[in-house]
Every structure is written in C-alpha cells, then in structure tokens.
C-alpha cells in the first residue's frame, strides 16, 4: 500500500531533549516535506527536500533539522525542543514539486 | 483532539445540497492548485489539483474552478453527504523562483446537516 508514514504519533518530551521525527516513504516520490499545524494559523512549512542530499528551509525552520540521506526517509530533528515546538506534524512527498503531495498521519508532540 | 478549525471560516449544509468553498491565493506566477480534505485526527487528503492553463476540472462528485484573474480558486462538492463534514484547505505551488514550495490556505469548515 502506498504510504507516507511517521513516527512516533505522540510524543511528550521536556526542553532540551533532542529527539528525532522519522518520516518514510515508500512511493519512490522526490519531493518530500515537513510542516506543523497550530490552530488559528494553518498548515507551515518547515523545510523540504527536492531529492536526496538537497534540502532548503521553509516557512519557519528555527530549531528544527532534517537530512534526506535515501529517498524514501525524511526524519525531522529537534536538537534542543522548546515548549513553542509543541504542535502537529506532518511528513509529506509528492512525485516531483508540481504534483499532489500525500500526507502522513501527523505527530502530535508536547514539549514541557 | 484537538481542533485545528479554530477561527476559520465556516460553511453549513444541508446533506443533499451542494457545497462551494471558496479560496483566494497569493501569487500570480502560481501555476497548480491543490484541494486537500483534513478529517479531525486526520492527515490532509488530496481531492483534486488543477494547472493554471486549465480553469475546470471535475472529479468524482468535486469540481474546481479556477479564475486567474481574480486568484480565485473554487472547490464545488455535488450532493453533500455527511463524510464530507471535515476542514478544506485549497493550495498553491509556488516554483523554484519563489521557493519551491506548496503554501495552504487558512482553511475552511464544512459541516454538513443530516
């Protein structure tokens, strides 16, 4: 089954603890993408991937990494969580920019 | 869980009725347009995409209007049915010229009325 898949789903944490989002897809798909949900302010984007070994900030990347090493993973990376990270994540890939993108089931994260 | 609906718009329906959720984007130079459905809990789920050389496009009861003109995007849903209750979001790619990425609209809540 064609899938972008995330883990863990939840997650609560206390400042400054590093921990790691994992992201896979298995669509064969270039384009790959992370944003978080917060209410009243809609989907953002916080840093994608055109293809492997490429990857640029989006809307609001402060204290988050990523790193696309094989195709199919996207993990997102907190080195230092603060308490305003704390929000509903979504992986996401397309085939290429310009095409569909299909969404993950989202990572609720509480950081305390 | 918690709502990611809070102080959107909100667009009421009668089950059988026909919806239309509007969408006004951003950028001239966008050129594909995206109509995702995010269910509570849920995941954004694509419905239908368009190119800016087209200005319709149907799928299966789902329509999207497209007007350049006025950067207006529409998403028309044929007999509303109760699973179509959820929060929509229309999209816009924008290219390598302005960053390479895909920016949501703020959304819009359908509650459908059985």
């Known amino acids: 089954e064609a899938q972008v898949t995330q883990n863990p789903r939840y997650l609560i944490t206390v400042t400054g603890k590093k921990l790691t989002v994992t992201c896979s897809q298995n669509?064969?798909?270039?384009?790959m993408s992370w944003y978080r949900q917060d209410p009243g302010l809609g989907l953002r984007q916080i840093y994608y991937s055109m293809n492997v070994e490429v990857t640029d900030k989006g809307d609001v990347p402060e204290g988050y990494k990523v790193s696309r090493k094989e195709k199919r993973n996207f993990p997102l990376i907190l080195e230092s969580p603060s308490p305003n990270q704390t929000s509903l994540y979504f992986c996401?890939?397309?085939?290429?920019?310009?095409?569909?993108?299909?969404f993950g089931p989202g990572t609720r994260l509480t950081v305390l | 869980g918690e709502s990611v609906g809070l102080h959107l718009p909100t667009l009421s329906v009668q089950e059988g009725d026909n919806s239309i959720i509007n969408c006004a984007y951003s950028n001239s130079a966008s050129d594909y347009f995206i109509w995702y459905k995010q269910e509570s809990g849920k995941g954004p789920q694509f419905i239908i995409d368009i190119r800016s050389n087209m200005d319709k496009r149907q799928g299966q009861r789902v329509t999207v209007l497209l007007n350049k003109t006025v950067k207006h995007l529409s998403l028309q849903i044929a007999a509303t049915q109760p699973g179509d209750s959820a929060v929509y979001f229309c999209a816009e790619i924008l290219d390598w010229e302005y960053g390479n990425k895909l920016v949501f609209g703020a959304g819009t809540i359908l509650r459908v009325k059985s």
């Open positions: 996401a890939s397309s085939l290429r920019l310009a095409s569909a993108q299909y």
């Open positions: 669509m064969n798909h270039e384009y």
